[in-house]
């Protein structure tokens, strides 16, 4: 069973033309540093089978690297490359909000205690941790914040 996808998502949900979180959360999860351009050639049952197919037992984790390995391969000719999988990754830790959420916070003028943070799904907090990064276009963070019910 797949999350459900976030408002602030809405705008390229329908085309999937973007990679939603919950995929990039089992990306993290399985280690597969797939890039824009893979998932912008496969096909749309392809997309719809990634963001439906579970990514949780070590089971399910295996399946899903191997499914999406011999999609990016059918489509790119090689597999993407591994990511290293975080043995303790934060988004599952809700008693400690990371240094870069808190810092994106800031920036924000948003207050974000942890017993707000423990509220939050594993999702959810995987989504703020991706949303504060630099790296990341994180214009998304303020609108995840409010959609996610948090007061500043």
């Given at each position: 069973?797949?999350?459900?996808?976030?408002?602030?998502?809405?705008?390229?949900?329908?085309?999937?033309?973007?990679?939603?979180?919950?995929?990039?959360?089992?990306?993290?999860?399985?280690?597969?540093?797939?890039?824009?351009?893979?998932?912008?050639?496969?096909?749309?049952?392809?997309?719809?089978h990634l963001v439906q197919q579970p990514c949780q037992s070590a089971a399910e984790v295996t399946r899903?690297?191997?499914?999406?390995?011999?999609?990016?391969?059918?489509?790119?000719?090689?597999?993407?490359?591994?990511?290293?999988?975080?043995?303790?990754?934060?988004?599952?830790?809700?008693a400690t909000v990371p240094e870069v959420v808190r810092e994106q916070a800031r920036a924000h003028e948003i207050v974000l205690p942890v017993e707000q943070w423990a509220e939050l799904t594993p999702l959810q907090?995987?989504?703020?941790i991706k949303l504060s990064r630099s790296s990341h276009e994180n214009r998304?963070?303020?609108p995840a914040v409010k959609e996610f019910g948090l007061r500043g």
């Open positions: 069973m797949s999350e459900p996808f976030f408002q602030f998502e809405q705008d390229f949900i329908d085309s999937l033309r973007c990679v939603p979180m919950q995929v990039r959360l089992k990306l993290d999860t399985c280690g597969v540093k797939l890039k824009l351009e893979h998932w912008n050639h496969f096909t749309p049952a392809q997309k719809q899903y690297r191997q499914q999406l390995q011999e999609f990016v391969t059918q489509q790119a000719g090689a597999p993407a490359k591994s990511l290293e999988i975080e043995p303790h990754p934060p988004w599952l830790d809700p907090r995987f989504a703020l998304n963070f303020l």
